[in-house]
């Protein structure tokens, strides 16, 4: 499975996009870009997937790049309940998810 | 949460006791997924089950145990032969939606052992 590589920590002022980055330089060609993010103590929750389109939802907004090497996660209007770690995951359509580190985004009013 | 249930949220043993982790969904999905979390860390998998009465060991399967007899349910035992049980516990469901699968997941189980 492909690698990600995220930053570990990022801050974002309430009411702003908050952009969180995610590298999958050696992504292939049938895996998709999956986000979950997880509350303290809590169970991860599903965000947005996707595989080469940009995609968007009531959560979030998905932002791959051409070369599918990076994608984006943006929120676009933060709010303190948006406080969490942010997985970005690339796995084949049938493979296994792969938790890594994650960034902890730090809302903040 | 989605519809997946575990219980209870807080679990404690006394070290040697083997221990069940319910977990039961009502999402009609046909795979099951167990995970254990580290404080700090992500998460790593234990078993996972595509099917009733089919399952299969994760990265870490080594002193757990699970059995899938019905779709909506997939217990979790963890056995006095897991080094280390104490953990967070999280069970997950998965759909197939436009041609990709979803993954959700349930509140988890914070299993203590002394």
């Known amino acids: 499975d492909a690698k990600t590589t995220q930053p570990t920590s990022m801050d974002c002022a309430e009411g702003r996009a908050a952009n969180l980055p995610c590298n999958h330089s050696t992504i292939s060609g049938n895996e998709y870009v999956y986000w979950y993010r997880q509350i303290h103590s809590q169970g991860p929750q599903y965000i947005i997937h996707g595989l080469k389109n940009n995609e968007t939802n009531e959560m979030a907004s998905l932002i791959i790049t051409e070369d599918r090497k990076s994608s984006t996660l943006i929120l676009p209007h933060a709010t303190l309940r948006d406080t969490a770690v942010y997985y970005c995951?690339?796995?084949?359509?049938?493979?296994?998810?792969?938790f890594g580190q994650g960034t902890t985004l730090q809302v903040k009013p | 949460d989605g519809g997946i249930t575990q219980s209870p949220k807080y679990l404690f043993r006394k070290e040697g006791q083997n221990v069940t982790l319910s977990c039961e969904q009502n999402?009609?999905?046909?795979?099951m997924y167990w995970y254990r979390q580290d404080p700090g860390q992500g998460l790593r998998l234990i078993y996972y089950?595509?099917?009733?009465?089919?399952?299969q060991k994760g990265d870490i399967a080594e002193g757990y145990s699970v059995s899938r007899e019905k779709k909506e349910s997939f217990p979790l035992t963890v056995t006095s032969a897991q080094k280390n049980p104490t953990a967070f516990y999280l069970c997950?469901?998965?759909?197939?939606?436009?041609?990709?699968?979803?993954?959700?997941f349930g509140p988890g189980t914070r299993l203590t052992v002394t």
């Open positions: 995951i690339v796995v084949p359509n049938t493979g296994k998810l792969i």
């Open positions: 089950s595509q099917i009733v009465n089919d399952f």
């Open positions: 999402l009609n999905h046909d795979a």
């Open positions: 997950a469901s998965r759909r197939l939606k436009d041609a990709a699968y979803e993954q959700y």
